[in-house]
Structure formats: C-alpha cells, structure tokens
C-alpha cells in the first residue's frame, strides 16, 4: 500500500502558505523542526501556492512570496540534495486529486473544520467556495506522496486528522491506495502566542504580536521589549502566566540543543522579567541573524532559486503522478 522510499526512511510532507512574512511561529513550530530532522527521513517541503489563493492575493505579491519563502526555507538551513523544494502549483496532480476528495467527503466532515469557521466568521460573504474545500486540497498535498509523517504546529492537527479519515474512506471504498499519515507535533513550540495577546496564536493576520524573520535587529529587540507580561515576578515555566510561558517556550527553543525547561529556570533564578525579556532579545538577534544574511545571499541570484524549484517539482511529479493514476483508476475514471 505505501511507497517505500529509496532510502527506506519515512517520508515526511509538509507545508506552508505563502500568504504574508513568516513569524517566529512558522520557524519553531514547522521549519526549524523540519531543519533538525533532515537527515533523518525523505523529506518533501512545498510551498502551498494554491491555498493562499483561497482568499484575495496581489498576483505580483503572490509570486514573489512564493519565491521568499523558498529562501526562506533555504536560509534556515534546509539542505536542496535532500529535501525537494517545490512550488504546489507546479505539480497539477494537487488540484486534480483535491477534486477526487471534494467528491468523496462528507459535507458535514468540511463543514466541522475550525479554521474554516474561523475565516468565514472573519471575511463572511466574501468566503470562497475553495475556502471550505481548503482541507481537501491539503489532504490531497499530504496523500499525493504517500507521506509517513506530516511536522506541524499544533493549529494543523484538525486538518490532518480529516486527512487521515479521507485516507481511511478511500482505501474502504475504493481500495487500499493510500497510506495513512500521522501528524507529528513537538510538544513544545507546537503553539507560539501573540506578543501581545498571549491568549492567541502568533499568526500573520495580527503583525503587532509577530516576530518576523526577516524584522531588522532594533524592530525584533522593541517588539521583545513591549511584548505583554502578566503579573508576578519569579521566573518559571507557569501554565497560568502565558505571556511569560511563551517568552520562556521561545528563549528554551532557541538556546543549544538539550536545553531543559529546568535548565532556563535555574539560569533566571533570581531575576526579573526585564531582564528575560533583554536576553531573549539578544538571543532572538543572534538566532536570526544567520537565517537573515543568508536569505540576502540568496536574494542576489533570483535565478538559482528558480532552478532550484524546478527541480523540485521534476523530483515530486513522479510520485504525485503515480499516486493520482492509481487514486483515478479505482475510482474508475479514464
Ligand atoms: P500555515 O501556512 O498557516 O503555517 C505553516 C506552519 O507554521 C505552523 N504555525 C505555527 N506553529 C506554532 N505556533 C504558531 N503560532 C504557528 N503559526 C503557524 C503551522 O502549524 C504550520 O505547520 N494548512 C497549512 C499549510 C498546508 C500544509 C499542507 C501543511 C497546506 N498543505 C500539507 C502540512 C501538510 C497552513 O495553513 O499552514
């Protein structure tokens, strides 16, 4: 049933839109777990052009996201000979197998999704019908490559249980094609808050409480500065004071690999929150400032990238084609 990769690692699938910056949120809970498993499994990373359009884009706007954020994940260190990079739009065979799902899921399974709620309680009648057909696209991204594992922040956990279920109701009614994935969460950084609302996810729609990647050092150190505190002074890992757990979640993921929550503690003991919020800021500098000059590097040759993402999309198709060929004729199209 699954397709075993060449290596006989676990395949790994896993996405991001190209919708606005990417945010400390994107980097700690997908990229920079995605850069740390590399050489562990056979990865696939693509840059999910066609759910961005699921709501308005500038066209000129789009494209050059798109772009960005390969180098983005480029510059946080994801290695092009082992990881194909790709454009969603550029392998049809997304669109085409999310249309086989749109006909085969329940409407209620679409209509129950959370963030699709969420969004059309925000933007109301100027909701799209792709809007809602949103994770039938993504579960075709993930099934597409017969995907062991898909890395995600905790706010994709809906959307990758639906895909499991697609999974499961195809292979019952059709036949065994598809394998079905698990979603792999960390347990911390799966959830990065607001700066400013620590009770809400960082997320583009809100820039005040975002880190942005690419922010200049003075912007990333005033945003650390400002960011909301609750009351009270030591120190710690504590559930009910959320905008210090954050603050205390980012410092712990950014510090040397192996640093424990008890690690951070002991390290503060003593201190105040002014002084946290001056070191994570350092530390938010210093851990950017890599990512930052080489996402410049690679500005300078618009070409490469190019390439690079054709490349991609050449090493992908075949997977995708031989998926969608078997999806297509157990459901006796063709
Ligand atoms: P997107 O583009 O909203 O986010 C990309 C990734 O970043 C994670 N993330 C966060 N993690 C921790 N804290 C946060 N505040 C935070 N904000 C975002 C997300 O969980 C995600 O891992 N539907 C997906 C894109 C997608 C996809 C796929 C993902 C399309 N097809 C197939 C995996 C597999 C999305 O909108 O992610």
Redesign the pocket.
């Known amino acids: 049933m699954s397709t075993p990769t060449h290596s006989g690692k676990k395949r790994v699938?896993?996405?991001?839109?190209?919708?606005?910056e990417m945010?400390?949120?994107?980097?700690?809970?997908?990229?920079k777990n995605w850069v740390d498993a590399q050489y562990d499994n056979d990865n696939i990373f693509?840059i999910?052009d066609l759910?961005?359009i699921t709501v308005p884009q500038d066209p000129q706007t789009l494209h050059r996201r798109s772009r960005d954020l390969a180098k983005i994940y480029l510059a946080a260190g994801l290695d092009p000979s082992r990881t194909a990079i790709f454009i969603?739009s550029h392998v049809k065979e997304h669109a085409e197998m999310a249309w086989l799902f749109n006909c085969i899921t329940p409407m209620g399974w679409a209509n129950r999704m959370t963030?699709f709620k969420e969004k059309q309680a925000e933007i109301k009648e100027r909701s799209s019908v792709g809007l809602l057909a949103?994770?039938m696209?993504?579960?075709a991204?993930?099934l597409l490559y017969q995907?062991d594992g898909?890395?995600?922040?905790?706010?994709?956990r809906q959307?990758?249980e639906l895909?499991r279920d697609i999974a499961q109701k195809f292979n019952h009614d059709y036949g065994p094609v598809l394998k079905v994935p698990e979603a792999w969460?960390r347990s911390e950084?799966?959830?990065?808050?607001?700066l400013q609302d620590p009770t809400k996810?960082?997320?583009?729609s809100d820039p005040a409480g975002c880190i942005l990647l690419l922010d200049p050092p003075d912007v990333l150190r005033s945003r650390i500065m400002k960011a909301v505190t609750d009351s009270g002074r030591e120190v710690r890992f504590d559930e009910s004071r959320p905008g210090l757990l954050n603050l205390l979640t980012i410092y712990q993921l950014l510090s040397p690999p192996g640093t424990t929550r008890q690690d951070v503690e002991r390290h503060f003991e003593g201190q105040g929150y002014g002084a946290l919020k001056k070191e994570l800021a350092e530390l938010v500098v210093e851990g950017l400032g890599p990512l930052q000059r080489h996402f410049a590097e690679l500005s300078k040759d618009e070409g490469h990238i190019e390439d690079l993402l054709k490349n991609g999309a050449d090493r992908v198709r075949p997977i995708a084609q031989q998926t969608m060929a078997a999806a297509a004729a157990a459901m006796g199209l063709g």
């Open positions: 699938f896993s996405g991001i839109q190209p919708s606005g945010h400390l949120g994107n980097y700690l809970g997908a990229i693509c999910v759910h961005a969603q963030q949103y994770p696209l993504m579960a991204d993930i995907a898909v890395p995600v922040g905790e706010d994709q959307h990758i895909t969460i950084g799966a959830r990065i808050m607001s996810k960082m997320s583009k």
